[in-house]
């Protein structure tokens, strides 16, 4: 890899001499890699070399162009706030495919730190602050420009079907690990799609979002666990605020990692949701409409089970989606993620009360 990651420098034409590098272990689709060059007068200065995996992103190229298009909206409407910066090869272009064609991009690092599991309540809602803030930011951007860098990502409704096609044809013979997970989700298959079935058919407002607003996420400041910028831009497309609400609150409220294996310790923590309510409907509280906030609890009900479809579906096809570390890690975090809905739906009328108190006092 040091050979292949100071070859990508040179061709960003980044400056000094490749001094160090590290991998990142975040993440369960690109490969991520932090650079360290050494300056003349021994300055070290970091950068972040992502390799995008390309079964994933079909077209990086128009993954690139989206986000030169948001972070410039960003710098240009908000110039005192951070922004991703992206390096650029002596072609200009601001990715680079290398000899093996894979895809590549540089940015400058972020001195930061990141949260996966969070208790502080304060840090747990700044992670709401950032994202609604995100939303914000992107209000008047005008989401017909970007890319749909993953066609119906977040189409609930379409991750089911692709999963019960798959279910019906259990290629792999995996359905009888699953029977039980497989029998949920179905049962609530109808219930789960109604949002993705309104932004269908154009009864539900369309915003530019994340579409993957896990905390990890936000880079923080390490010292003042201030938010400092929103990473990993690569699905920002057109879709519902609910779904990114729902993503974050799926991830940060767990009392457990994402990927469990015991589902005993899995619940959603409604302390945590009422600290993320507090700093999201505080950002967007003037934009956020009556329809939106009546269903960020379904959105997050909504989410948690695509996500888990997704898993299984990865599954049942042979793990050639998500990054997995041992057999069966799919579907213990469909497992997981099942035991998360589960709770939510379980707590449901709590969460909307909380919701419906938290924007009261805002
Ligand atoms: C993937 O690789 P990462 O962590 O950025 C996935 C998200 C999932 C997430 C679950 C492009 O995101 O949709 O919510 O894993 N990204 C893509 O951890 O599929
Ligand atoms: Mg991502």
């Known amino acids: ?112 730190i990141t949260f996966d599991v969070c208790d502080d309540p304060a840090v747990i809602s700044a992670t709401g602050e950032a994202f609604g803030r995100f939303q914000n930011q992107l209000s008047d951007f005008d989401g017909s420009v970007l890319h749909e860098t993953i066609p119906n990502f ?3 409704h379409k991750r089911l079907d692709t999963l019960f096609d798959d279910v019906a044809e259990n290629k792999l013979g995996r359905n009888g690990d699953a029977a039980e997970e497989i029998e949920f989700i179905s049962s609530v298959r109808y219930q789960a799609g109604i949002l993705s079935d309104r932004y269908a058919n154009g009864t539900f407002p369309v915003r530019v979002t994340h579409n993957d607003t896990k905390s990890n996420n936000v880079l923080f400041d390490r010292i003042t666990k201030r938010p400092i910028v929103v990473i990993d831009l690569d699905t920002v497309m057109p879709g519902m605020s609910v779904y990114d609400f729902g993503d974050a609150v799926r991830f940060i409220c767990n009392t457990a990692a994402e ?16 600290a993320f309510c507090h700093g999201y409907l505080g950002a967007v509280r003037n934009s956020i409409t009556k329809d939106e906030s009546d269903n960020l609890v379904l959105g997050a009900f909504s989410i948690t089970i695509e996500l888990a479809s997704r898993f299984l579906d990865d599954y049942l096809t042979g793990d050639t989606y998500f990054k997995v570390n041992y057999p069966g890690h799919n579907l213990v975090r469909t497992r997981c993620q099942l035991a998360l809905a589960r709770d939510i739906m379980r707590k449901k009328e709590e969460l909307k009360w909380i919701v419906e108190e938290t924007l009261a006092n805002e």
């Open 259 to 274: 990927d469990e294996p015991d589902v005993r310790r899995v619940y959603f923590d409604t302390s945590k949701f009422r």
């Open 1 to 112: 890899m040091y050979e292949r990651l100071k070859s990508v420098g040179e061709a960003f034409r980044l400056p000094g001499k490749f001094y160090a590098y590290d991998t990142v272990k975040n993440g369960n689709i690109n490969s991520t890699y932090k650079v360290t060059y050494r300056s003349d007068d021994g300055k070290l200065k970091s950068y972040v070399v992502q390799k995008i995996n390309t079964n994933v992103f079909r077209n990086p190229e128009d993954i690139m162009e989206n986000i030169d298009r948001v972070t410039t909206h960003m710098r240009e409407h908000y110039p005192n706030e951070v922004t991703l910066h992206f390096h650029h090869t002596a072609e200009g272009k601001n990715y680079l495919y290398d000899n093996d064609g894979s895809f590549w991009r540089v940015m400058n690092y972020v001195d930061s």
């Open 154 to 156: 977040h189409n609930t």
